[in-house]
């Protein structure tokens, strides 16, 4: 397995409380070029990981580049997945989204792209890369120290009528993985929207099932247990709030979220509601256990 600068970007792994806790032991814990955003769960080359997504501005908050972090939580190190897609020209060309929300499903991987629909990339064919095309697609200047990155490029762009801030899975009762994801909209008044949406089969597009206003301001990610949905809302610099019940009737939960929350993730085998702070010096991937927002077994 490849671990492209693994060592150099090692996340550390800990518990507060009953809740645990992921730190950057690098200048991703303070840095204002690139900044997390969405969090899923998934298995990749056999084993489980956590990925986080990341989109890279210049200061004047021009996107050029995303990617995603696959991070090995019992080894504590980490593996970064370049984002690109595939030009008229015929060269590769950095993702230039978002990635506000992230869903996982085998080797698709979906990322929310805001008002650009829904992308999909395959994390199966995966392109190894090198030097100053490495750094062009990582949104860097020609400049630099030589380097290698793998890179999945996009296979397909969905649109769907929502704004596509972020995007989060869906499980049954049981705890089963569905084939459908919630798709929702940031807004900084009460009017964002979530749709859950069918996922597509190789040609096909997502299929709408339903539509909701939780009225709630500045969402910034959704998932969905059973008929128990889990919201997040930021609030600046204070801690984000964490909601939760059914699609009409959502109340706070007393579970804290990180300052500048994101997305949201469920992870049924360690039974944790993983999200993601944004802010520098502040970035912090949280996992609150689910018995602390009500879920047993």
């Given amino acids: 397995m490849l671990w492209p600068c693994g060592s150099a970007?090692?996340?550390?792994?800990?518990?507060?409380?009953?809740?645990?806790?992921?730190?950057?032991?690098?200048?991703?814990?303070?840095?204002?070029?690139?900044?997390?955003?969405?969090?899923d769960v998934g298995t990749w080359r056999g084993k489980r990981?956590?990925?986080?997504s990341w989109f890279r501005q210049d200061l004047a908050g021009t996107h050029l580049a995303s990617r995603v972090t696959l991070i090995d939580l019992e080894r504590s190190r980490s593996l970064d997945i370049l984002l690109a897609e595939l030009g008229d020209d015929g060269q590769l060309h950095p993702a230039r989204i978002h990635a506000?929300?992230?869903?996982?499903?085998?080797?698709?991987?979906?990322?929310?792209?805001?008002?650009?629909?829904?992308?999909?990339?395959?994390?199966?064919?995966?392109?190894?890369?090198?030097?100053?095309?490495?750094?062009?697609l990582a949104g860097g200047g020609g400049g630099g120290a030589r380097r290698?990155?793998?890179?999945?490029v996009r296979t397909k762009m969905?649109?769907?009528?929502?704004?596509?801030?972020?995007?989060?899975?869906?499980?049954?009762?049981?705890?089963?993985s569905l084939p459908r994801v919630l798709i929702g909209e940031y807004q900084t008044d009460e009017q964002g929207?979530?749709?859950?949406?069918?996922?597509?089969?190789?040609?096909?597009?997502?299929?709408?099932?339903?539509?909701?206003?939780?009225?709630?301001?500045?969402?910034?990610?959704?998932v969905r247990l059973g008929r128990e949905h889990f919201v997040s809302q930021s609030d600046g610099v204070k801690p984000g709030t964490l909601w939760s019940g059914g699609s009409n009737s959502l109340q706070r939960a007393a579970a804290p979220l990180p300052v500048g929350c994101e997305d949201l993730a469920l992870d049924l085998n360690e039974r944790q509601l993983w999200s993601v702070g944004e802010h520098p010096w502040r970035r912090i991937v949280r996992g609150i256990p689910l018995s602390r927002v009500g879920i047993s077994g």
């Fill in 9 to 39: 970007w090692r996340p550390v792994h800990q518990r507060r409380r009953d809740s645990v806790e992921l730190r950057w032991l690098s200048a991703r814990a303070w840095t204002r070029h690139w900044y997390p955003q969405g969090i």
């Fill in 193 to 222: 929207q979530i749709g859950e949406f069918h996922i597509p089969e190789d040609d096909g597009g997502f299929v709408e099932l339903d539509r909701f206003v939780p009225h709630i301001a500045r969402m910034q990610g959704a």
């Fill in 49 to 52: 990981m956590l990925a986080v």
């Fill in 148 to 152: 290698t990155a793998l890179v999945a």
């Fill in 100 to 136: 506000g929300g992230i869903a996982w499903f085998g080797d698709r991987l979906f990322a929310a792209a805001t008002k650009r629909g829904i992308w999909e990339f395959n994390l199966t064919d995966l392109h190894s890369i090198r030097g100053a095309d490495a750094r062009r």
């Fill in 158 to 176: 969905h649109q769907v009528d929502l704004r596509c801030s972020f995007i989060g899975r869906a499980f049954d009762e049981a705890g089963s």
